[in-house]
């Protein structure tokens, strides 16, 4: 679809759905009659509404039956992983060969363009609505949030893109929009988070919607990245990120579950503590709960996720999905960077490396190579062939590592916070703390560390974007992005920094060339 074309249609975009309960916060609930005009006239309509603009969050996860989705072109594309699917464009995203038409660029820039339609088509509706200013101010504060996250994932990969901030109609000007410059999609962006800051959103949500807890995390983590390349804001930056990730620490227990000194009833009265089990990771009972501050949501037959089939070695037979595609395989590698003795590594915490056939679960199948548990949805995979599960935005650990490493860059060294911060990850992970560290070193360990506890939630990309910085598996380090060769021969380029925009929207619209660099 084309972005004119897109922008327009976004009033019919919104997916009507309730706001009584997480589940049916999922459900679609369409409207033959439903128009602009017609539909902010009550603030139970509004939310409906805004509720709809968080539906295209998914096409993050966009699938095909070959198994391809953006999600995973994002972590093919670092090197770190491989695939066993027979999809040819994974394989040229690992080989860095991809064209403007390939159907990952397609899919983020079409949905979360969107997305923005529906958020701008929100916007203008409430601040007409006759309602309570506080009412209004809460609902423009979760649209402006949503719009503020569709335009960072849009702008960090397309770098320069349209910024549209009110409805397109056919008569408007930015019916075929020209690129603006990264910087001022980031200020809109940072606007946009400083009103939904101050709207009166709840801290926390366990139903999956925007909450002051994730706003913050977002803000950290989008100043974090301005401080970095390619904008290179520097400390300023820096101090913005981790004062502001402090905040949502403040409220949050990041102390080790086995931690002596570790007290469950703090951890309960937190907005976000760390979990005690990995498996809390991926499982039904703790959808945005404990330490996951903001998912895109899923329900079991009305929106199901095919990221647990998808990560499954090919034809193992381990589930009983009809399916099982190895579109994301950790290599060996990278595996093998943890250190030893990493819980994080021991069978089925964040990987498996055989299961049980899916008939007779004393029959052990030998994978041959690592597999993402992280992502084991095992209701799904052993009972129902269905998943619901939901894809981690932000999660604790990735605010402490934010804190840590924006202090550490904007002072010059690491406070007894920053390590506490790392060690707290470390000690879940039963590995033994770091300490004594300078400057660099101590960015060195932080990172591996990042990488390691993060791995596949579509973090690395992003890192090396902005730190110009990827992980040497071999040699165990984080050097020049394009200094080596990867596992699979591939040397990172400048021009794989940032995805083209997709051809359809070029060919439609000139105005958005020319391409990115090298595309």
């Given at each position: 679809?084309?972005?004119?074309?897109?922008i327009?249609?976004?009033?019919?975009?919104?997916?009507?759905?309730?706001?009584?309960?997480c589940?049916?916060?999922?459900?679609?609930?369409?409207?033959?009659?439903?128009?602009?005009?017609n539909?902010?006239?009550?603030?139970?309509?509004?939310?409906r509404?805004?509720?709809g603009?968080?539906?295209?969050?998914?096409?993050l996860?966009?699938?095909?039956?070959y198994g391809?989705?953006?999600?995973?072109?994002?972590d093919?594309?670092?090197g770190?992983?491989?695939?066993?699917g027979?999809?040819?464009?994974?394989?040229?995203?690992?080989?860095?060969?991809a064209?403007?038409?390939?159907?990952?660029?397609?899919?983020?820039?079409?949905?979360?363009?969107?997305?923005?339609?529906?958020?701008?088509?929100?916007?203008?509706?409430?601040?007409?609505?006759?309602a309570?200013?506080?009412?209004k101010?809460?609902?423009?504060?979760?649209?402006?949030?949503?719009?503020?996250?569709?335009y960072?994932?849009?702008?960090r990969?397309?770098?320069?893109?349209?910024?549209?901030?009110?409805?397109?109609?056919?008569?408007?000007?930015?019916?075929?929009?020209e690129?603006?410059?990264?910087?001022s999609?980031?200020?809109?962006?940072?606007?946009?988070?400083?009103?939904?800051?101050?709207?009166?959103?709840?801290?926390?949500?366990?139903?999956?919607?925007?909450?002051?807890?994730?706003?913050?995390?977002?803000?950290?983590?989008?100043?974090?990245?301005m401080?970095?390349?390619?904008?290179?804001?520097?400390?300023?930056y820096?101090?913005?990120?981790?004062?502001?990730?402090?905040?949502?620490?403040?409220?949050?227990?990041?102390?080790?579950?086995?931690?002596?000194?570790?007290?469950?009833g703090?951890?309960?009265?937190?907005?976000?503590?760390?979990?005690?089990?990995?498996e809390?990771?991926?499982?039904d009972?703790?959808?945005?709960?404990?330490?996951?501050?903001?998912?895109?949501?899923?329900?079991?037959?009305?929106?199901?996720?095919?990221?647990?089939?998808?990560t499954?070695p090919?034809?193992?037979?381990?589930t009983?999905?009809?399916?099982?595609f190895?579109?994301?395989?950790?290599?060996?590698?990278f595996?093998?960077?943890?250190e030893a003795?990493?819980?994080?590594?021991?069978e089925?915490e964040?990987?498996?490396?055989?299961?049980?056939?899916?008939?007779d679960?004393?029959n052990?199948?030998?994978?041959?190579?690592?597999a993402?548990?992280k992502?084991?949805?095992?209701?799904?995979?052993?009972?129902?062939?269905r998943?619901?599960?939901?894809?981690?935005?932000?999660?604790?650990?990735?605010v402490?590592f934010?804190?840590?490493?924006?202090?550490t860059?904007?002072?010059g060294?690491?406070?007894?916070?920053?390590?506490?911060?790392?060690?707290?990850?470390?000690?879940?992970?039963e590995?033994?703390?770091?300490?004594?560290l300078?400057?660099?070193?101590?960015?060195?360990?932080?990172?591996?560390?990042?990488a390691?506890?993060?791995?596949?939630?579509?973090?690395?990309?992003?890192?090396?974007?902005?730190t110009?910085?990827?992980?040497?598996?071999?040699?165990?380090?984080?050097?020049?992005?394009?200094?080596?060769?990867?596992?699979?021969?591939?040397?990172?380029?400048?021009?794989?920094?940032?995805?083209?925009?997709?051809?359809?929207?070029?060919?439609?619209?000139?105005?958005?060339?020319?391409?990115?660099?090298?595309w």
């Amino acid at each position: 679809m084309k972005l004119n074309n897109m922008i327009i249609a976004g009033i019919c975009c919104l997916s009507l759905v309730a706001n009584s309960s997480c589940s049916d916060f999922l459900e679609e609930n369409p409207k033959t009659d439903f128009s602009e005009k017609n539909y902010f006239t009550s603030v139970n309509q509004a939310q409906r509404a805004v509720d709809g603009s968080y539906e295209r969050l998914r096409a993050l996860q966009n699938y095909d039956g070959y198994g391809e989705g953006p999600w995973v072109t994002l972590d093919l594309l670092c090197g770190h992983a491989t695939t066993l699917g027979q999809s040819t464009y994974n394989n040229l995203y690992i080989r860095h060969q991809a064209a403007t038409n390939n159907p990952s660029f397609k899919a983020v820039w079409e949905g979360f363009y969107e997305g923005i339609a529906s958020c701008n088509l929100c916007i203008e509706g409430i601040s007409e609505m006759d309602a309570s200013e506080d009412v209004k101010k809460e609902l423009l504060g979760e649209s402006r949030a949503l719009r503020a996250l569709y335009y960072f994932y849009l702008t960090r990969l397309y770098g320069d893109i349209p910024l549209i901030l009110e409805p397109v109609t056919a008569t408007s000007e930015s019916l075929y929009p020209e690129r603006s410059a990264q910087a001022s999609v980031f200020t809109a962006i940072v606007e946009d988070l400083k009103y939904a800051e101050t709207s009166g959103l709840p801290e926390t949500s366990t139903s999956g919607r925007v909450s002051i807890g994730f706003v913050k995390t977002l803000l950290a983590d989008v100043y974090l990245y301005m401080a970095g390349a390619p904008l290179n804001k520097g400390k300023e930056y820096y101090e913005l990120s981790y004062k502001k990730a402090k905040e949502v620490l403040d409220k949050s227990y990041c102390v080790a579950p086995n931690s002596p000194s570790y007290s469950a009833g703090q951890a309960n009265s937190a907005w976000y503590s760390l979990f005690d089990d990995y498996e809390k990771l991926h499982d039904d009972e703790n959808k945005n709960r404990g330490e996951l501050i903001f998912q895109i949501q899923y329900k079991e037959g009305i929106n199901d996720n095919q990221i647990a089939f998808m990560t499954i070695p090919t034809n193992k037979r381990v589930t009983k999905y009809n399916d099982e595609f190895g579109s994301l395989m950790p290599t060996w590698e990278f595996y093998n960077s943890y250190e030893a003795g990493d819980k994080r590594t021991r069978e089925k915490e964040f990987f498996f490396t055989r299961d049980g056939h899916k008939d007779d679960k004393s029959n052990i199948i030998e994978f041959g190579q690592p597999a993402l548990y992280k992502y084991y949805d095992k209701e799904g995979a052993e009972e129902t062939t269905r998943s619901d599960l939901n894809f981690t935005i932000y999660r604790l650990p990735e605010v402490m590592f934010i804190y840590a490493e924006a202090y550490t860059e904007a002072v010059g060294a690491p406070d007894q916070m920053s390590y506490d911060l790392v060690n707290a990850i470390r000690e879940r992970a039963e590995l033994a703390p770091i300490s004594g560290l300078g400057k660099d070193d101590f960015i060195q360990a932080l990172r591996k560390e990042r990488a390691h506890e993060l791995c596949f939630e579509n973090k690395d990309y992003f890192d090396i974007q902005r730190t110009r910085l990827a992980y040497n598996v071999v040699a165990n380090r984080f050097e020049a992005y394009n200094s080596f060769a990867n596992k699979n021969g591939v040397t990172f380029s400048e021009k794989y920094l940032l995805w083209p925009i997709p051809s359809t929207e070029t060919d439609s619209n000139p105005k958005l060339l020319p391409n990115n660099p090298g595309w």
